[in-house]
C-alpha cells in the first residue's frame, strides 16, 4: 500500500505563520514511530505538502530543502524514512494542479510507484487533504491533529465521504495495520 501523508499537521506542529527554518519543526508526538512502523510493514510512505511559504517570499527553496533535511533527521531517529517527498510551492492565489487541493502531487506519488488509487490511502488534518484524496481516488483519512479537530468540526462534505477519522497518525496507522482492515 502507498500511504500518503500530509506534512504539517499530522508529522509536525502546525503553525499559523508557518515553518520558516529547521528549528521551528517541531514532530507531533508519536509520528516518527508510526511512520516506521508503515516501513516496516513494507508499505511505501510519500509525504505531498503544500508549502506556499515559498511561493509567496517567506522563505527561498533552499531553506524549504533544509527544514525537510530536519524532518528526514527526526524521522530517522525513530528508524523512519520518507519513500517520496512531494511539495508545491505554489502562493494560494496562483495555485497548479498539482496544489492540495487538486490532485496532482497525489497522482504523481501513485505513478513513480506504480500504485493504483485502490491501493493508496491520503492521511491529512485539513479539508484541502481529503479534497485531492476524493479527486484521486484514494482513500481518506483525517487525523484530528493539526487543523483536523477544526476540520471534523465544520462538517466534511458528503461528496468527500467516506472519510476514517483518528486522534493522530499514531491511531491511523493502529488502524491501517490492524488485520481486522481487511
Known amino acids: 500500500m502507498l500511504v500518503m501523508l500530509d506534512r504539517d499537521g499530522v508529522l509536525n506542529r502546525d503553525r499559523p505563520d508557518h515553518v520558516k527554518n529547521p528549528g ?51 524521522l530517522a531517529g525513530a528508524g523512519a524514512r520518507i519513500d517520496l517527498l512531494l511539495q508545491c510551492t505554489d502562493p494560494p492565489g496562483a495555485p497548479s494542479a498539482r496544489r492540495k487541493p487538486a490532485p496532482g502531487m497525489l497522482r504523481e506519488a501513485m505513478s513513480h510507484f506504480r500504485t493504483g488509487p485502490d491501493e493508496a490511502v491520503m492521511i491529512g488534518d485539513a479539508l484541502r487533504d481529503l479534497e485531492a484524496a476524493a479527486a484521486a481516488g484514494v482513500k481518506r483519512v483525517l487525523v484530528r491533529t493539526g487543523k483536523g479537530a477544526l476540520t471534523q468540526a465544520q462538517g466534511i462534505p458528503g461528496h468527500i465521504l467516506p472519510v476514517s477519522v483518528y486522534d493522530d497518525l499514531t491511531k491511523a496507522v493502529d488502524a491501517l495495520l490492524s488485520p481486522s482492515r481487511n
Open 24 to 74: 521551528e519543526l517541531v514532530m507531533i508526538e508519536g509520528a516518527a514511530a508510526a511512520v516506521a512502523r508503515l516501513n516496516a510493514a513494507g508499505h511505501k510512505v510519500a509525504v505531498v505538502t503544500n508549502q506556499s511559504s515559498v511561493g509567496q517570499g517567506m522563505i527561498p527553496l533552499e531553506m524549504l530543502e533544509r527544514i525537510h533535511e530536519r524532518l528526514r533527521e527526526e
